[in-house]
C-alpha cells in the first residue's frame, strides 16, 4: 500500500466513507503525493506520459491563442497593460509559446503584456516557476488566488486550458427513484470500494434539479460544484476583458441525456481509458468531462456574456483564416506546422474532443476564434 493510499484509508477508518470529490482531490492534488502534486519524476504529458494536451502536440496552438488575444487586445483599445492570466499552466510551455511567438510578430503587444500564473500549489507550480525564468520572467507574475488577481483589477484575458476536467466532482447515483450521492468505503477485503448514501447537501440537491437529469435506475453521473463556484471567482476578476476556457465536455443536454448512464468519470493511464478510477489513487489522471452550460450560467449570474460555444476545429480555424485566406497580417506559419495543424483541428483527432467557450465582460464581441461559430448549442 501506497503512503496516499495509506491515507486515505486512515480517513475513511477514522470518519466513515470519504465523499468522491475528497478522494479525487486527495489522489491528484495530495502535496507530494498527488497526481499533479509530485514534485519529482516526468510530466504526465506527452508520448511518455498518460495524456496528450493540444500545448504537447507543439508551439503551434500557442501561436493561435497568442493571434486571438492580439485582436482582444486591439478590441479593447491596445490598453498599454494588456493582462494574459493563465490558470493551470501545468509547466509553463504554453506560456513560453504564447510570448514567443508575441515578441516574434507582434512586439508592440509583447510590450503590453502582463502575464499571469494562477499558482497550482502543487508539483506543476515548480515546474512553471523553473521554465519560465530567464527572458520570460520580466512579463510573468505569480497569483496565490483568483482574489488575488482581482485585486490588481486587470484588463485582459483570462484562460484555461483542460482545467475544469482535473476538477474533484460530486458522484451521484439514481436508486430507487431518488438520487444518492456515491462514497468511497472500505470493502470487506480491505480494497476502495464504492458505496452510496442519501444526498442531504442543499446546493447539490439543488443542481440536481437545474439539470434535470433523467431519474433512471442506475443512472451515475457528476456534478462539478466547485467549477460553478470558480466561474463566480473568475466572473469578478475583470471590469473589462475575456474569459476563455478550453476543455473536454459538452452542453447539459447532452452531458445528462438518457443514453449516458454512466457519466463521464475516467481514469487514464498511459494514454488508455481505465474504468476503475479507485485502483492505486495518486498514480493515475482522474477526470471528468465539462458541464458548459453550468459555466455559462453561472458566468451570467455574475456579469459575464457568453460570446460563443465552439469545438477546437471551428475556433482554431477562425483565428487562422486570415493567413489561410492569403491576407496580411501576423503569421501563424501554418506551412511549416501541418502535421501539428492536422492534430488540433481534425475531427478524428482533438478538434471535435475539445470545446472553446468565450465570455465577456464590458468587451466587443467580434472574435476571429468564433467566426465559424454555430448559434446557441449550450442549452
Not at 513560453?96 to 503590453?112: K, M, Q, T, Y
Not at 439514481?174 to 477485503?189: H, L, M, N, Q, Y
Not at 458505496?195 to 437529469?213: G, K, W
Amino acid at each position: 500500500m501506497t503512503k496516499l493510499e495509506e491515507i486515505i484509508h486512515a480517513e475513511i477508518r477514522a470518519g466513515g466513507p470519504m465523499r468522491f470529490d475528497r478522494f479525487m482531490e486527495l489522489a491528484l492534488y495530495c502535496p507530494g503525493l498527488g497526481y499533479y502534486a509530485k514534485t519529482e519524476g516526468p510530466s504526465p504529458v506527452g508520448r511518455s506520459g498518460d495524456f496528450y494536451t493540444s500545448v504537447s502536440v507543439g508551439p503551434l496552438f500557442g501561436r493561435l491563442l497568442g493571434r486571438q488575444f492580439y485582436q482582444m487586445w486591439q478590441l479593447l483599445g491596445k490598453p498599454a497593460s494588456f493582462w494574459l492570466i493563465e490558470q493551470g499552466a501545468h509547466d509553463g510551455q504554453l506560456a513560453r509559446d504564447i510570448l514567443e511567438w508575441c515578441g516574434a510578430e507582434v512586439p508592440d503587444f509583447l510590450e503590453a503584456i502582463r502575464y499571469g500564473v494562477v499558482d497550482t500549489s502543487g508539483g506543476g507550480s515548480i515546474r512553471q516557476k523553473c521554465s519560465l525564468q530567464a527572458e520570460h520572467a520580466p512579463y510573468v507574475t505569480w497569483f496565490e488566488s483568483l482574489a488575488s488577481i482581482a485585486e490588481v483589477q486587470p484588463v485582459g484575458v483570462f484562460f484555461s486550458n483542460e482545467l475544469i476536467d482535473a476538477f474533484p466532482v460530486r458522484a451521484i447515483i439514481c436508486k430507487a427513484g431518488k438520487w444518492r450521492e456515491s462514497f468511497v468505503g472500505i470493502d470487506e477485503k480491505g480494497r476502495l470500494a464504492w458505496t452510496e448514501e442519501i444526498i442531504t447537501d442543499p446546493d447539490l440537491l439543488q443542481e440536481i434539479e437545474l439539470r434535470s437529469i433523467p431519474a433512471i435506475e442506475g443512472y451515475s453521473t457528476e456534478i462539478n460544484l466547485r467549477a460553478i463556484e470558480w466561474m463566480a471567482e473568475v466572473a469578478r476578476i475583470f471590469q473589462n476583458g475575456y474569459v476563455l476556457t478550453i476543455d473536454y465536455g459538452y452542453p447539459a443536454s447532452v452531458y445528462y441525456s438518457d443514453f449516458r448512464v454512466g457519466g463521464t468519470l475516467t481514469a487514464y493511464v498511459k494514454h488508455k481509458a481505465v474504468d476503475d478510477v479507485l485502483a492505486e489513487p495518486g498514480m493515475r489522471d482522474l477526470t471528468a468531462h465539462v458541464d458548459f452550460t453550468a459555466l455559462i450560467r453561472e458566468g451570467e449570474k455574475n456579469g459575464l456574456t457568453a460570446l460563443g460555444f465552439v469545438d477546437q476545429q471551428r475556433f482554431l480555424m477562425g483565428i487562422a483564416h486570415d493567413e489561410m485566406s492569403g491576407a496580411a497580417g501576423p503569421r501563424l506559419k501554418l506551412q511549416e506546422s501541418l502535421r501539428a495543424w492536422n492534430t488540433l483541428t481534425h475531427p478524428e483527432h482533438l478538434g471535435a474532443t475539445f470545446f472553446a467557450l468565450l465570455q465577456a465582460k464590458n468587451a466587443p464581441a467580434q472574435l476571429e476564434g468564433l467566426r465559424f461559430a454555430r448559434t446557441g448549442g449550450w442549452e
